[in-house]
């Protein structure tokens, strides 16, 4: 393929069968390229043969996931889909909340371009998914971020790391959208490659759901947004499907930059522009333009209608010289959106457009065929069935075969590793904890994000759920959590999945919404690794069939694979999110300790259990044994209790435990406590991780009320003492631990590192 | 009454603006860039975010708009208008307030819940506020330190004009802790932290922020 | 000591949001004929004799541009 004044149309295709076409370039393999032949019956053109290898490559057509994910839809039963208004294969899933609100949510990972630009990469992953959401017909509500780096200390985790968090503040910020939380976590195994993942949520009227279809013969295709330019051209067959410091010249130009510059202020234009559109009914069909651009937008709008499609590629504003309909197609420049409209309404389209300064352009319309023609100047470059590009690409069948060493990492019991047993040496050892990167304050990162703006953020980090407020005059909001332990997915993938399903959901209903779906981010190493994909498969089922426990739906997710530094994958790291639902936002229940002389109770109980822990990481650099039980009508019985109120705060114990989870609590309420550990053991007591557990502040007046409601609902509780006005944390028969001491320990790790 | 809310193409807070003039029992006019007409409002809030995406400089492009042309002719006859983050530089840009806002010393946004103390209490959008109370309001910017030459400054404290002032760290480097001044009259006002974000206990720090809404309410009536 | 300038513009390709937003205005504020603005940044170092060309040319590189988003130029002024 070249970038030469010719341009290879249809015609000149079929009559040269025998070009020699540089398909492994573009990342098709022998037999995928002999498939498109076959479909076609000729070679593609230089055009088509850039759509198919975008449209399948592993990022956009989940080649080698598709066989796995559809456990999802086999363990999801009809009470379980009953609220959804539009699940998996839509841009995102939506959840009918009550009230005639509809919400839709999702997580896309942005991993690779992150680590070639830290900046832009991270921005444009939050510029991406908020345009999935708009596509939906949702207002975009909030964004949080669950991030992975490298080592803390390492060189590169300083490149990479403050890059992208000013750039999921950048376009965040200047876009208007609060950041409600997320993850920051530092593990070696993510040192050549980040794990950048962007949630947006958004909300609609019921009525008001779009769904990405070219529907009606003589409906009008409106490109609108930014101008094409030659921005990540086969950035994503290059980036998702082999290593991503290859070529980047596909299309055979000079190497170019795969690199997208976010432009947030466009964007937001944009959003308000369309949510015009929406709000004047102007729109029977949209899509937003992201990896793949165009040779998405265009195949999935008409494989999902109900005709097919003209486009006129010469009609689409560009911003460089001289680009080849390949490279116009395969352009993934940010901030553009693509419309179906019926004719009588385009003129009231532009002048919304116009009212906006966002450029709109006529590009094509919706035909009675079945094919999606593509013409550059009067001559037909592309002429497909839009389905065999968009929805029937190749699905592998890909080797699975459980790692070899799986067992001996089963068998390396973290009973072995030396404990603290003195009270001097288990003050050292809390204090040494809330001071490790993995758990001391995240502030640094997310004093750079606005949690304000749009003014519905009633939870916001370092909350345990973002919760944001929907209906201004019912008070009715959502919260948000999204979790993964990538060491208990690397020990068992199956209960891994588990419990950041579970932790997900728990956080959810610690801020006393009630969980209601699901939205995942499957972040994994190659899937050309049986290894590999023996854990995406165990992830995968555990995810389903916790789900299916929990009566809750997956409404949609992401894959991405080939997540690896040389041939080491990453820890399996399976994001799951949870959306909760709650009535009235003022009955939130906060993160934190309470009021003076509330009863501080633990809910759930504790065994020893270390396996993956953050202790064992921190003080033995240990990874090794079981992964903590999973208890799924635990963390159900759990979440019912809290949703009956009675609790003026809580927090979730999770890695630390409840060492952490104390300090925690103490520092973000500026209080202290006077607790007695339960059990016998006060080091499994402090630092634990076991699952389904939570600490609860109970005004003293209501607390035989509430441990009885506990007995009732089959939740153990254990009384650990009273919340004080100021001053210490104090551990009976062990360590007072003032607030100052633990707020140097805790708050000074990510400023000391990161500047 | 009816107060106005600018809004540019990258406003963000607008709508929360707007809000907080409701809570403070008033009516909320929308107010558009392109239109050179303040819709006989009795006084206007230039609202926060990020104004043609803060290029050029924050605040630069949206001080040419038509409707801020319509703004400087009011100031003249005594419209009382509050500039907050975004605004506060729009008008800085404009004329209206001297000085200018530069980007944070930490080269950091900045979000974080900011003590401040209320300076000044004869302004139009401060009558309510005891002298010297300390508040708590967000600040969320990335230009958010304010400087100016030095007679400027001198100026400014000489006659009063600094009306609230960063207590605790300074989040940006602010010359003098300056968190925002006002005109000679005072009847213009701008800051850099969000008092619009601070109107009730759910959805911010305090409730502090609504006083200066509820107070030109006061300014205007008597 | 020589006085050296380095500038650091977008690539060509790169989309450069900050110049259009300029571009954008100018002719809301009554100037015409102006087809694009590119924004940039200006860099103007005081050097010492003994620091080269290949040095100069490293710091605009390594550090005062992005390479992946990024060209510069690297002018020595006459003293």
């Known amino acids: 393929m070249t970038a030469t004044t010719h341009v290879d149309t249809v015609g000149h295709a079929a009559a040269t069968p025998e070009v020699d076409q540089p398909y492994r370039e573009l990342g098709l393999k022998h037999d995928e390229y002999t498939r498109i032949r076959e479909i076609l019956g000729r070679r593609p053109t230089d055009a088509e043969l850039a759509m198919y290898s975008v449209m399948w490559s592993e990022h956009c057509s989940y080649k080698s996931s598709k066989v796995h994910l559809s456990y999802f839809g086999e363990t999801t039963t009809e009470a379980m889909r009953s609220s959804m208004l539009a699940g998996i294969g839509e841009n995102a899933g939506v959840v009918d909340i009550g009230d005639g609100w509809a919400v839709t949510f999702k997580v896309e990972s942005h991993n690779h371009p992150s680590y070639v630009e830290p900046y832009q990469g991270a921005a444009t992953g939050v510029g991406g998914i908020v345009r999935d959401i708009l596509a939906m017909g949702a207002r975009p509500l909030a964004v949080m971020d669950p991030l992975r780096f490298g080592a803390a200390e390492a060189p590169d985790t300083r490149r990479v790391l403050p890059g992208v968090v000013a750039g999921v503040g950048g376009y965040g910020n200047c876009l208007g959208l609060p950041n409600i939380g997320g993850e920051v976590v530092f593990d070696p195994s993510y040192q050549g490659n980040p794990l950048v993942n962007a949630l947006c949520v958004g909300a609609m009227r019921v009525e008001d759901l779009h769904l990405a279809h070219a529907s009606g013969t003589g409906n009008k295709v409106i490109l609108f947004g930014a101008r094409t330019g030659l921005d990540g051209i086969g950035g994503v067959s290059v980036l998702a499907s082999d290593t991503f410091a290859g070529d980047e010249g596909g299309t055979g130009r000079k190497k170019l930059p795969s690199v997208q510059v976010g432009d947030p202020f466009t964007e937001k234009v944009l959003i308000e522009c369309c949510l015009e559109l929406f709000g004047a009914g102007l729109v029977v069909g949209i899509q937003d333009l992201g990896g793949a651009g165009l040779s998405c937008a265009t195949s999935e709008l008409a494989s999902a209608g109900d005709g097919g499609m003209r486009v006129e590629l010469d009609r689409v504003p560009l911003r460089a010289k001289g680009m080849t309909p390949a490279e116009i197609l395969s352009s993934e420049s940010q901030e553009r959106m693509c419309a179906v409209v019926r004719p009588e309404d385009v003129e009231a389209f532009m002048d919304v457009c116009r009212r906006w300064d966002v450029i709109a352009t006529e590009i094509g319309e919706v035909t009675d065929g079945d094919r999606l023609v593509i013409t550059w100047h009067g001559e037909t470059v592309v002429d497909v069935p839009p389905r065999t590009v968009a929805h029937e690409g190749p699905v592998y069948q890909r080797p699975v075969t459980r790692p070899a060493d799986q067992t001996d990492l089963e068998a390396d019991d973290p009973v072995v590793l030396e404990r603290p047993h003195t009270p001097e040496a288990l003050r050292a050892e809390i204090l040494r904890m809330a001071a490790s990167p993995n758990l001391a304050s995240r502030a640094w990162v997310t004093e750079q994000y606005d949690r304000y703006v749009r003014g519905g953020t009633v939870l916001a980090q370092p909350a345990d759920a973002g919760m944001v407020r929907i209906d201004e005059s019912t008070g009715r909001g959502v919260a948000i959590s999204c979790d993964c332990n990538g060491r208990y997915t690397r020990l068992d993938p199956y209960a891994g999945a588990q419990l950041a399903l579970a932790e997900a959901y728990r956080n959810v209903a610690v801020s006393g919404a009630r969980p209601v779906a699901v939205t995942n981010c499957l972040n994994f190493g190659s899937p050309e690794d049986p290894g590999v994909m023996w854990q995406f498969e165990r992830a995968v089922h555990g995810l389903a069939d916790g789900c299916a426990t929990l009566g809750i739906p997956v409404t949609g997710g992401n894959v991405s694979f080939y997540n690896q530094t040389g041939h080491t994958p990453i820890l399996p790291t399976p994001v799951v999110g949870v959306l909760g639902v709650i009535d009235d936002v003022r009955r939130r229940i906060p993160t934190g300790l309470g009021a003076p002389g509330d009863t501080l109770l633990l809910l759930g109980d504790t065994a020893d259990e270390f396996g993956g822990s953050e202790w064992a990481h921190v003080v033995h650099g240990h990874l090794g044994g079981r992964p903590p039980a999973v208890d799924l009508d635990a963390e159900r019985r759990l979440a019912g209790l809290l949703a009956g109120g009675g609790v003026s705060a809580a927090h979730d114990l999770s890695e630390g435990g409840l060492a952490q989870t104390l300090v925690e609590a103490c520092l973000l309420s500026g209080r202290g406590a006077r607790v007695t550990l339960p059990g016998a053991d006060p080091f499994v007591a402090l630092f634990s991780e076991s699952s389904a557990r939570v600490l609860v502040a109970v005004p003293e007046s209501g607390t035989a009320a509430f441990t009885a409601r506990c007995a009732e609902a089959g939740v153990p509780c254990h009384r650990l003492g009273t919340v004080e006005a100021a001053g210490a944390l104090a551990i009976e028969g062990l360590a007072d631990l003032p607030l100052d001491e633990l707020r140097t320990a805790w708050e000074g790790t990510l400023p000391a590192l990161f500047g | 009454m009816r107060i106005g809310v600018i809004t540019f193409p990258g406003t963000l807070d607008d709508a929360d603006a707007a809000r907080a003039v409701r809570y403070a029992g008033a009516e909320a006019v929308a107010l558009w860039h392109g239109d050179a007409d303040l819709r006989g409002v009795d006084a206007v809030v230039v609202p926060g975010g990020f104004s043609y995406g803060d290029y050029l400089r924050a605040g630069a492009i949206a001080r040419f708009a038509p409707v801020m042309g319509e703004v400087v002719r009011a100031v003249r006859g005594g419209l009382p208008v509050l500039g907050i983050c975004n605004g506060f530089q729009i008008l800085c840009e404009a004329g209206l307030l001297p000085g200018a806002l530069l980007r944070n010393a930490g080269l950091h946004f900045v979000c974080r819940d900011q003590r401040l103390r209320v300076e000044r209490t004869s302004t139009a959008w401060t009558g309510g506020f005891e002298a010297g109370a300390e508040i708590v309001v967000p600040v969320k910017n990335m230009d958010g330190r304010y400087t100016a030459e030095q007679s400027t400054v001198d100026e400014l404290e000489g006659e009063g004009r600094v009306v609230f002032r960063y207590l605790g760290a300074n989040p940006n480097g602010s010359l003098g802790d300056i968190a925002g001044i006002s005109s000679a009259d005072g009847r213009v006002v701008g800051l850099m932290p969000h008092p619009e974000h601070a109107i009730d206990e759910l959805t911010g720090p305090s409730a502090d922020g609504l006083r200066l809404f509820t107070s030109v309410l006061g300014s205007v009536l008597a | ?79």
């Open chain 3, 1 to 79: 000591m020589a006085r050296v300038v380095v500038d650091v513009m977008p690539k060509p390709e790169i989309l450069d949001p900050q110049g259009q937003a300029v571009a954008n205005a100018l002719p809301r504020l009554g100037f015409t004929g102006i087809a694009d603005v590119r924004q940039g940044k200006h860099f103007e170092l005081e050097v010492d004799d003994s620091v080269d060309d290949e040095t100069l040319a490293k710091i605009a590189e390594g550090f005062l541009s992005n390479p992946v988003v990024e060209d510069f130029v690297v002018r020595r002024l006459p003293a």
